[in-house]
């Protein structure tokens, strides 16, 4: 059959791709700016840390790294998000069990299970923290309790970034194990309830510690009532620990951020993604905005270790919603 001139002409890509080979259309990745999908509004400590990471990181690929927040269902839209995309690492998701973990749990519509993604690395340790109200009459962990158990007293209204989030598991088995009446009034993100509790609409939260939870409380506008777990924090050493008390001895959290794919995302763009991130951690600016947010810099994961601290964290999430029997709703 002969061809016209136009026919021919149309021909020729698709000769010279097939005379290429298989990885003829294939770019090299990234050849676009990447998208950070932070799970919280902007103004949040999850926030900072993806602006510390996105300069560096863009940096480390060769490419822009944006910057986006979609708050709302503790977490999981933007989580949602990330799995409607491809698999392409061309989105990473900045998260932590709060929103991986323990979102399905909680909430009967949200069908995406933990092992549908892929952690690359840690990038903070977070500590935790409960504040107060500026107004609230107790300085520690003890005199919170005994006012929550007190007959006939009003239940406590407790924040946190939303139903079935990490801040509201804790806050649930802290009264679980001291018997105080209290109630959950859950919110998008962190700086929304920070400004609520600012005008004492709720009375405390268990949040990841941020350096200007100091300067709040030095100007009297929240109290900090004390570090979760055994030991005080280096990052404030006033703050009393939880274990320095009598009625949550031994009550011991923390949270970390980390960045994740989608699973199934190419072997080439996860090794990619690890090496840039690598080359990040050791960035001294990355390091100078990460510790003047209040976090703590976890060393870089290797692949495998990352995975396996996912299925660890997963399982004992889990085994904590099972004991305070968190229904989905």
């Not at 999850?46 to 269902?73: C, H, M, W, Y």
């Not at 979102?103 to 690359?120: H, Q, S, V, W």
């Not at 400004?195 to 506008?221: C, E, H, K, W």
Request: net charge positive; proline share 7%.
């Amino acid at each position: 059959m002969k061809l016209t001139r136009r026919q021919s002409a149309a021909l020729i890509p698709l000769c010279l791709a097939l005379a290429a080979g298989p990885g003829f259309a294939a770019e090299p990745y990234p050849a676009r700016p990447v998208t950070v999908m932070v799970p919280y509004p902007a103004g949040g400590l999850s926030d900072s840390i993806a602006r510390a990471l996105s300069t560096p990181l863009g940096k480390a690929l060769g490419q822009p790294v944006i910057v986006e927040n979609l708050g709302g269902a503790s977490g999981a839209l933007a989580a949602q998000k990330l799995l409607n995309a491809p698999a392409d690492g061309y989105m990473v998701f900045l998260g932590s069990p709060g929103e991986l973990i323990l979102p399905p749990l909680a909430n009967a519509a949200i069908k995406y299970r933990t092992e549908d993604f892929r952690m690359l690395t840690q990038l903070t340790i977070n500590p935790l923290v409960l504040v107060a109200r500026k107004d609230l009459p107790a300085n520690n962990v003890d005199e919170l309790v005994a006012l929550g158990r007190k007959p006939g007293a009003k239940p406590f209204a407790y924040g946190s970034v939303g139903f079935g989030s990490m801040y509201h598991l804790i806050a649930e088995d802290m009264a679980a194990q001291t018997g105080m009446a209290v109630t959950h009034v859950p919110y998008k993100g962190m700086a929304p309830l920070i400004q609520d509790m600012g005008g004492d609409n709720i009375d405390f939260a268990v949040l990841p510690y941020a350096t200007s939870f100091r300067g709040m409380a030095d100007t009297g506008r929240m109290k900090l009532l004390g570090w979760v777990g055994d030991q005080r924090s280096a990052l404030d050493k006033r703050i009393p620990a939880f274990g320095e008390g009598q009625s949550l001895k031994h009550f011991n959290y923390q949270t970390w951020a980390g960045i994740m794919v989608r699973k199934g995302t190419p072997e080439d763009v996860v090794q990619r993604l690890h090496k840039a991130l690598a080359e990040t951690i050791l960035n001294a600016e990355y390091r100078k905005a990460l510790e003047a947010t209040g976090s703590e810099i976890a060393p870089l994961n290797a692949l495998a270790d990352a995975s396996r601290l996912m299925d660890q964290e997963a399982a004992r999430f889990r085994a904590i919603a099972r004991a305070i029997k968190l229904e989905p709703q």
